[in-house]
């Protein structure tokens, strides 16, 4: 590994990831400037590959003008199915690297979890399901919403809740009014912003007024959790990130299990890591300093 986008690598830097592989900070991330490559500065790295989102052709076109060759990997497997993306992700890794991984454990894990959570949802009702907003990023007087076609929807649906913002397609910019209508009961926020969950309460994002919305009211404000990556996104933490979300649309269906020490075993099984208390206190209540990206 000879570069990592800025964003990445600010994102490790308040993550597991650091303490797992703490030379990760000290990687090269020059040759990308807000989220553009530069082919100057990407051809002295003299990489044997780009790896890149299919969502960004131009880090293709950049990477292959520079005569380097350029994998992409999709982010909207399945709808944007953050598990079975992962595992696809795995599986091309493989095919690129041309090693075995070991990934049949954790691509099987991934897909139990996935069936596990959509049993106990499967008796639940429409009306009983909460109405769930994710806020992408923000300005000055709008948020930027996710609607169908996202991450957010993927999330939102797959753990037993109605996505509020359901009517736009992609990410939009969103007046608060709009997010009036819709009364979400919960709103989740993501890392690649750094508001937290006290500034909708303190009514200081967006200079506007939240103190009438259902999720405000019940204080039903969450910022999603950074593991090993934003779980926002996909990541190798994304079955946590999916039974998480499950609990918090719907606590009382999992009341069993103890979600500290499943993630305790999950790290240690996949990461080799252990985990302290105070390791998922941090995976849980991301600072705002992890913010940034796309």
Same mark, same amino acid.
């Given at each position: ?5 800025? +964003?990445? @690598?600010? /994102?490790?830097?308040? *993550?597991?990831? &650091? !303490? ?6 000290? =990687?090269? %991330? ?35 003008? +520079?005569? @380097?060759? /350029?994998?992409?990997? *999709?982010?909207? &497997? !399945? ?6 993306? =992962?595992? %696809? ?47 992408? !990023? ?157």
């Amino acid at each position: 590994l000879v570069a990592l986008d800025p +964003a990445i @690598i600010s /994102a490790a830097e308040n *993550s597991m990831l &650091i !303490k797992i592989a703490p030379e990760i900070s000290e =990687i090269e %991330s020059g040759f990308s400037q807000n989220g553009i490559m530069n082919a100057e500065e990407l051809i002295k790295l003299d990489p044997d590959v780009v790896l890149y989102s299919s969502g960004v052709p131009e880090d293709y076109e950049i990477a292959t003008q +520079a005569g @380097i060759p /350029a994998v992409g990997f *999709s982010l909207s &497997i !399945k709808d944007y199915n953050a598990v079975e993306t =992962i595992n %696809s992700w795995i599986e091309l890794l493989e095919d690129v690297m041309g090693e075995d991984i070991s990934s049949a454990e954790y691509v099987e894990y991934g897909l139990e979890m996935q069936e596990m959570i959509a049993e106990r949802l499967k008796d639940v009702k429409e009306e009983d399901k909460p109405s769930s907003m994710i806020i992408h !990023k923000y300005s000055d007087n709008t948020v930027s919403v996710p609607g169908t076609g996202t991450w957010a929807d993927y999330w939102i649906t797959a753990s037993g809740g109605i996505n509020a913002a359901a009517e736009i397609e992609g990410t939009k910019e969103t007046s608060i009014e709009q997010v009036y209508e819709w009364n979400p009961d919960k709103i989740f926020i993501t890392n690649f912003n750094d508001a937290l969950p006290e500034d909708i309460y303190n009514n200081t994002l967006c200079s506007a007024d939240w103190s009438n919305i259902q999720a405000v009211k019940d204080q039903d404000v969450n910022k999603i959790p950074l593991g090993m990556y934003r779980w926002y996104v996909t990541c190798s933490d994304s079955p946590m990130m999916l039974l998480w979300m499950a609990m918090q649309n719907h606590p009382e269906l999992f009341e069993d299990i103890d979600f500290n020490e499943t993630m305790k075993d999950f790290y240690s099984r996949f990461y080799d890591f252990t985990l302290t208390d105070e390791d998922i206190e941090q995976i849980l209540n991301p600072v705002r300093e992890a913010a940034g990206g796309i």
